[in-house]
């Protein structure tokens, strides 16, 4: 039994069929891991084999060729993927889930962006970094706009700038913005190969420039509008994914991606600790209490972990085929509990890295890899768990939530 | 969203229906909690409600008029008792989980138990603490057998001692008597009221006496042969629920009750801290950060923890269902995952009571009782989570058990 | 060595002679803690020895008799009380350390307190219960009191209330009235007897009741006066340790008793767990690893908070002497600090009783009266380390400390 | 007032003086951090500056021109180089504590390392990783000696290798070997440039590669020899700091590393959050209540650990002025404690990088590197938190110390 086995099988095609093509692919993205992280970028081979089983089109509407596959089923291929890769999880896997936006977006973006190539992507940077001038028919962005993950495997991206929306009651609020990849004539993004860091390194998080690039009003969304079922493409598709919050499926990649790699680090923790022996003594380490009781510690975090965040899929996916929005009970616990599953993931391989002596440190160790990778899963926004749970708290005691904290 | 509601909707008659009643005498349950603690025994009101809604007939195998639920829907109906009344929960339910342990047992031993009284139930303790001397045709057993939980309430008693088990090639291994209550000229065993104690008082778990009693053959099984199939009665019942190890249904409702009081523990804390303020200045505590995190962790915290626990509870069920014993792999991880359980149940809820102030520390607030009663779930040996992890990180690193963990 | 072992000795008569005095009635005050706790109020006996001592004048000034001992020798005084009874230590603790806070108000209160009885204790309640109605010469008070701990052994009593105070340039402050036993035709306080709680029953911790009772001035101090070195009798006694604020010699005694509640379960722990055995096993719990591991941990844990908070008190002790007051580094320092100690007591204590199996439970178990103990020690709002560090923290980023954080 | 500064200032020249000393490059040394961990060897200027101090020459007997520093000072001075450059201070750190034990071992060798060169330096290895061929006089040594830190900066080796123990009975056990670094026509060690690691880089802790060379018996010590005060150089260096075991000298750096590094990270978290917001939300973080509790619990952390190890540091110096061996107790104590220390300092620093953020993993920020070098004190065996519990906890209760726990 695997620890973070799924707890309930997810159902139905198309996801089904999905995941047997992946998992014959994994052996090869897991071979790459090491020269992903070495190039700060997606290895071109596990972009190209994720494409041929359709994963990068799990999310994308049917009308363009997408496959609409439910979020559990998903979710649960993200987490093979992660075992194998945690930085091509995380960067394919936003790149697949930001389709899922766009199906939310007008038919006109959604036309621009997929007739021609409907296997286009797009990369993000959401938080509202730009600064836009209103100009006749849209807006000119500019911006720097950082951490943009798989940006070197997309031509298209959503970048985050505030204005005053009318949604809000006219208050400033976030919006996102379609631009192209700068290419010759057309004006767009460039990238900034600046993503020099210690985790993750292989998502390729680069920063996008944008210099006044104008930017028509069909491509820009008001975040609330997006979060609240009054995006303009809300409604076009009838897919049951698409009757559902933007958040719950843009943001869902970041746990799955640190329980698989914190799945990977139980894995190889166990398969050392067989056979490790103590430098001073010679003692076989497995042998003693301790070995045990941290593997076991942190097989039951895991599998708890994974267990509810299963949990939480299925339930996305029911209040989606239930064609109702999610209700704000639903949204503080979805939005809260992937951060707590993202701590718990990283509590858990933690432990076992700690566990495992001096040799670890070594660069050439996958254990090593795999420590910071799951550590960093936890800088992001998303995953603070101090926000996640000052949001949530006030909820549950009937308190209106601080704007400071998102 | 309640924070323990269950992730997956268990399936099936008579489980729903069987919910359906017990629900309705939970206020009733509830409200006798104070007074159950009181008496040091579960309050005789709660038996006959919960004997009415048929709870206590839950496992019974349907020859004998019982309901044969599947272990899911028990679960989640426990819970429910639990956040109701953790001693009830706890006493009731080992009552009704005993009933499958005898739904093992040699046809013999179940005619005699339930043919004249379906609805009797037996307490247990089943340490090995009694000895017994072998003579024709079964043995005389003796002994003080402590902490035998709900035991003013049953007529039978599962009583441990060890002799050498055939099935473990002649080793000496625990055994099981089947011993009636003394009642004039039956021979049995007498209960010493010496429950004294700091949590789960209702539960009134107190000292059954033997002296030199007389226990045929077909009411003794051994421990291991009810764990592996191969007791006097296995096969006999068509039921799902008796194509099973004795273990996990008998030892279901551990954290299944840590997991409800818990659960009470964070309603009385929200509702507290809506109001509260502080002595020396007058604020408001719930509009403090600490407050709402404290309420958000430990709600994630039960969360996953119940999450985890359904996971296996419908895992279990489906091996039942499969008509094959559990796997080496399952056994060990269903053991050691419901003390993990009990153990978070235990965090969740001390670090809600620890953030209440001085208050609820007085004997007359229902937290000071839940935290108390919390606590000592894991006081078991089953909950002993410094044993459940030796035993299942041995496991999987492939190494043998210690048998001095149990 | 023992865990809590002074890690420097303190120095200086009469604090070492002292010390040796109440070494030799500890065996004594242990004897009675099992009653004191049934009494809900410190044994006679307890507080005749203690008195016979000279503890209870240990912060008296020298010009009433009092013995003026530096806070290190005080402190490890009390932790060694501790160790024999918790309750006594907190409540006779208390009554000592306000002598310190008497020593600091008007001469004429104190003269009127202790010149017909220099062995006069008071207790207090000191967050702002009551209310006072200004009248010609001082205040009418009203009010009922809570948790007045050792009020049983005192005539006099410290209690709070808030009214416009001119050091705070007329804004609300706390202030504390002296107000007398009601005794006959004094008016004053009376005792109402409902300390039912389920930690430190045996301070007795009951509520005082006040029925407009005449207060005069030179009987009433600012809070914030005490604390800077502004109260009617600052620098009245040439003493070192009247030069100081109040605060850290009046709240030195909790995290002093959690300490050595603690460092006594430990040590019990120590003892049962040499001896003990699995009721399923008869395996010896102490042979094995997490036995070992939880002892090591928490007298580590002991040692580190006792190391740092010996630290603080010869800090303070140095700061007194030096004829300054504090800084405010100090003051936010030491404040913090005591709740840091008294959550790593706690922390340490909790481990071990985790760690004991059900027998601790019973009643007559001693480790079980010492779990409830210390856990309530953290239940003051003092040892509040949610607060602690919120104003701590503040202070140490440079921002305000939030007045609702006492 | 510092988290860690010196709870109780060290006494006696010439520790103070070389205090002012080191005070005064620690500017230097910080600014070479960087460097250092580029280079993955300590930055020359850091050498010579500590060098011309006297910090190198701290341990040394007084009889060849050491300072015979006591060891309060010594590990109080260590600290503050760790907050400069931890892989300074752990490398230097080491190369100092190891002229304790050469002033243990025999005369002969003595004079033959500090007679021409007064400041010559030793690396070590000192896990039995060689092999060693008895021969007429003394040795044979081969073997690769891995991960000894600060090897470059040396031009002797301590080597570990077992062989029959007569201190011990005659049973094998391990034994420490001089060796000079291979120079023309002098055989020695060679140094393998493999220290690619993730963490301290900048200790270079390479391999040493030793070929069949001799090695003469007054150059052999046997390691439970230098613990028990029967090396061949025992008693015959008056100085205080020599009669002692060598394993509290030599191990002293290790928590003193741990503690340093945290304390900066602390530093520039403080910094950071003053003025850092949130990327979404624009809004500060260091005003919310999280940044203020993590900061404070951290800064307590600290303080406990610092407190208890410069008690500890405090008792080691007044056991060897007392003249007398350390007792059981005390090696048991002190070996354990310093591992719960480096346990301590990393838990804080980690608690604060957690709360930090995306921006500090950038390769390009000091706390990045800090929170690297703080977990690693944590790999060494000698901070195995795990053995230390096991170790001290059996000693506690009584029991023999498994030989498998070094």
Same mark, same amino acid.
């Given at each position: 039994?695997?620890?973070?086995?799924?707890?309930v099988e997810p159902m139905g095609s $198309?996801?089904?069929?999905?995941? /047997?093509?992946?998992? !014959?692919?994994? $052996?090869?993205?897991? &071979?790459?891991?090491?020269?992903?992280?070495?190039?700060?970028?997606?290895?071109?081979?596990?972009?190209?084999?994720?494409?041929?089983?359709?994963?990068?089109?799990?999310?994308?509407?049917?009308?363009?060729?997408?496959?609409?596959?439910?979020?559990h089923t998903y979710g649960t291929i993200?987490?093979?993927?992660?075992?194998?890769?945690?930085?091509? @999880?995380?960067?394919?896997?936003?790149? @697949?889930q930001h389709s899922h936006m766009i199906?939310?977006?007008?038919?006109? &973006?959604?036309?621009?962006?997929?007739?021609?190539?409907?296997?286009?992507?797009?990369?993000?940077?959401?938080?509202?970094?730009?600064?836009?001038?209103?100009?006749?028919?849209?807006?000119?962005?500019?911006?720097?706009?950082?951490?943009?993950?798989?940006? =070197?495997?997309?031509?298209?991206?959503?970048?985050?700038?505030?204005? $005053?929306?009318?949604?809000? *009651?006219?208050?400033?609020?976030?919006?996102?913005?379609?631009?192209?990849?700068?290419?010759?004539?057309?004006?767009?993004?460039?990238?900034?190969? /600046?993503?020099?860091? #210690?985790?993750?390194?292989?998502?390729?998080?680069?920063?996008?420039?944008? /210099?006044?690039?104008?930017?028509?009003?069909?491509?820009?969304?008001?975040?609330?509008?997006?979060?609240?079922?009054?995006?303009?493409?809300?409604?076009?598709?009838?897919? =049951?994914?698409?009757?559902?919050?933007?958040?719950?499926?843009? @943001?869902?990649?970041?746990?799955?991606?640190?329980?698989?790699?914190?799945?990977?680090?139980?894995?190889?923790?166990?398969?050392? +600790? !067989?056979?490790?022996?103590? @430098?001073?003594?010679?003692?076989?380490?497995?042998?003693?209490?301790? #070995?045990?009781?941290?593997?076991?510690?942190?097989?039951?975090?895991?599998?708890?972990?994974?267990?509810?965040?299963?949990?939480?899929?299925?339930?996305?996916?029911?209040?989606?085929?239930?064609?109702?929005?999610?209700? $704000?009970?639903?949204?503080?616990?979805?939005?809260?509990?992937?951060?707590?599953?993202?701590?718990?993931?990283?509590?858990?391989?933690?432990?076992?890295? +700690?566990?495992?002596? *001096?040799?670890?440190?070594? /660069?050439?160790?996958?254990?090593?890899?795999?420590?910071?990778?799951? !550590?960093?899963? *936890?800088?992001?926004?998303?995953?603070?768990? =101090?926000?996640?749970?000052?949001?949530?708290?006030?909820?549950?005691?009937?308190?209106?939530?601080?704007?400071?904290?998102?």
């Open positions: 039994m695997k620890p973070v086995a799924a707890a $198309p996801g089904l069929a999905l995941r /047997d093509e992946v998992t !014959k692919v994994l $052996p090869r993205i897991s &071979a790459n891991a090491a020269a992903t992280e070495q190039a700060r970028s997606v290895h071109p081979e596990n972009v190209a084999l994720l494409r041929a089983t359709g994963f990068l089109n799990a999310f994308q509407p049917a009308l363009f060729g997408g496959l609409e596959v439910d979020i993200l987490i093979d993927i992660a075992e194998a890769c945690g930085s091509t @999880a995380w960067a394919m896997g936003l790149l @697949a199906g939310l977006m007008s038919p006109e &973006a959604q036309h621009e962006i997929w007739d021609d190539n409907p296997d286009a992507l797009a990369s993000s940077s959401v938080a509202p970094f730009g600064t836009a001038e209103p100009v006749n028919g849209g807006v000119r962005l500019s911006g720097r706009f950082g951490w943009s993950s798989g940006c =070197d495997h997309a031509t298209w991206a959503i970048l985050g700038f505030p204005q $005053p929306d009318p949604l809000m *009651g006219g208050k400033t609020g976030s919006h996102l913005a379609m631009v192209p990849l700068a290419d010759g004539n057309t004006p767009g993004y460039t990238i900034d190969d /600046d993503w020099q860091v #210690a985790g993750l390194r292989g998502t390729g998080s680069k920063t996008l420039v944008v /210099d006044d690039v104008f930017v028509p009003h069909y491509r820009i969304e008001s975040l609330w509008g997006l979060r609240v079922g009054q995006s303009q493409g809300y409604g076009w598709h009838p897919g =049951d994914i698409f009757c559902s919050s933007f958040s719950h499926y843009f @943001a869902c990649g970041f746990a799955a991606t640190a329980l698989g790699v914190a799945r990977r680090l139980l894995d190889v923790y166990t398969e050392r +600790t !067989k056979t490790r022996v103590r @430098a001073y003594t010679g003692a076989n380490v497995g042998e003693g209490a301790p #070995a045990a009781m941290h593997l076991a510690e942190s097989y039951h975090q895991l599998f708890g972990a994974r267990s509810s965040l299963e949990a939480d899929w299925r339930a996305i996916a029911a209040r989606s085929r239930s064609g109702e929005l999610p209700t $704000p009970d639903e949204m503080a616990h979805w939005r809260a509990n992937q951060a707590y599953v993202t701590k718990q993931a990283i509590a858990a391989a933690d432990r076992l890295f +700690t566990a495992s002596g *001096g040799t670890v440190w070594f /660069d050439d160790q996958e254990m090593q890899r795999l420590w910071r990778d799951v !550590k960093m899963t *936890g800088a992001h926004t998303y995953s603070d768990y =101090d926000v996640a749970t000052q949001r949530h708290g006030r909820h549950l005691l009937g308190l209106e939530i601080d704007p400071a904290l998102f």
